[in-house]
């Protein structure tokens, strides 16, 4: 595709909820990350994916979170009992393998609240 | 792990004006450093990027300088216009490490 895209693009669920996020990455490109942005603060980052190797979940908050992709293609990020404090932009971005001046691509983001 | 602080947090300038924007990280080994812009609702952009190996970067009307020795870099901004108002984020890794750490922001405002 032309971009990253993410789905859905707002998301509000009530506290308790599980949710699923989905990142569809440019096609050709190995690398998947996906981030956190809370209102007002920087990126954190979460998981990373690159071709077959097993995942970097060095970054998700907590065992509510996980994140698949199969192969080099859609990423899910699913949430389990969603709380409060879970409200925040969720960036997907994908590049060419990681190296450093491969320009990381980002989606537009899914933005959640838990109500 | 990598700690990077942004300032200021808000920065508000004259059309024309100069804009700067100051980033220090902690970990040394560090040797990667792009800058994002992201405007109001959209996903951030990449617009410029450096490696420890150079000093200073510059594209057009904005350019980038890294002291590696202070562990410092700065996004420079000049004759700023009213499509610069975006946040403007810094980040930092290692050569090896994918996982960029990213400053808190800065919201640049450019008044006409």
């Known amino acids: 595709g032309a971009g990253v895209s993410q789905s859905p693009s707002n998301k509000v669920t009530e506290k308790g909820k599980d949710v699923e996020l989905r990142c569809d990455p440019i096609s050709g490109h190995t690398a998947l990350y996906w981030y956190r942005q809370r209102l007002g603060q920087g990126l954190e980052f979460l998981i990373y994916?690159?071709?077959?190797?097993?995942?970097?979940k060095s970054g998700l908050p907590s065992d509510r979170f996980s994140a698949e992709r199969t192969g080099e293609s859609v990423s899910t990020l699913t949430i389990q009992r969603t709380q409060q404090e879970d409200s925040a932009v969720y960036l997907c971005a994908s590049s060419l393998e990681w190296r450093p001046g491969n320009t990381i691509y980002f989606g537009e983001g899914s933005w959640l609240t838990v109500v | 792990g990598e700690n990077v602080e942004q300032h200021p947090s808000t920065l508000s300038v004259q059309e024309g004006d100069s804009a700067v924007i100051k980033c220090t990280y902690s970990d040394s080994a560090s040797n990667y450093f792009p800058w994002y812009k992201q405007e109001l609702g959209k996903r951030p952009q990449l617009i410029i990027d450096i490696r420890s190996n150079v000093g200073e970067k510059k594209d057009q009307r904005i350019a980038v300088t890294l002291n590696k020795t202070a562990k410092h870099f700065s996004l420079h901004i000049t004759e700023t216009q009213p499509e610069d108002s975006a946040v403007y984020f810094c980040a930092a890794s290692k050569g090896g490490d994918y996982k960029l750490s990213f400053g808190a922001g800065t919201t640049v405002t450019v008044r006409a």
């Open positions: 994916f690159q071709g077959n190797s097993a995942p970097d």
